[in-house]
Nanobody, 122 residues
Framework: QLVESGGGLVQAGGSLRLSCAASGRTFPYYNMGWFRQAPGKEREFVSA????????YYADSVKGRFTISRDNTKNTVALQMNSLKPEDTAVYYCGAGKSIAIKLAPADFDSWGQGTQVTVSS
């Protein structure tokens, strides 16, 4: 089970840090990803990290502004979001990868949490 937190309302240019807490002893063996869904749009990939934390992946729209990290001792995955823009407004979800190989589509992840709302005002 995954539980996201850390969302909120922030002005453009501001920062937020999202956290995803996972239950279960097998967490360290899963690739993890962050996705977002804006009203009327499909869920889209934001960032992912391999089970070891050695490799990270970012959507072009967030590259250089967002940083994903994980702490396998605490079963958490974080997304540090800097230089936020109004177009980053969405519900953010974390998901666990279905396969050993890292894949970046929403269909390749499951065990979604309830999501956390991020709203960036201009």
């Amino acid at each position: 089970q995954l539980v996201e937190s850390g969302g909120g309302l922030v002005q453009a240019g501001g920062s937020l840090r999202l956290s995803c807490a996972a239950s279960g002893r097998t967490f360290p063996y899963y690739n993890m990803g962050w996705f977002r869904q804006a009203p009327g749009k499909e869920r889209e990939f934001v960032s992912a990290i391999t089970w070891s934390g050695n490799s990270t992946y970012y959507a072009d729209s967030v590259k250089g502004r967002f940083t994903i990290s994980r702490d396998n001792t605490k079963n958490t995955v974080a997304l540090q979001m800097n230089s936020l823009k109004p177009e980053d407004t969405a519900v953010y979800y974390c998901g666990a990868g279905k396969s050993i190989a890292i894949k970046l589509a929403p269909a390749d992840f499951d065990s979604w949490g309830q999501g956390t709302q991020v709203t960036v005002s201009s």
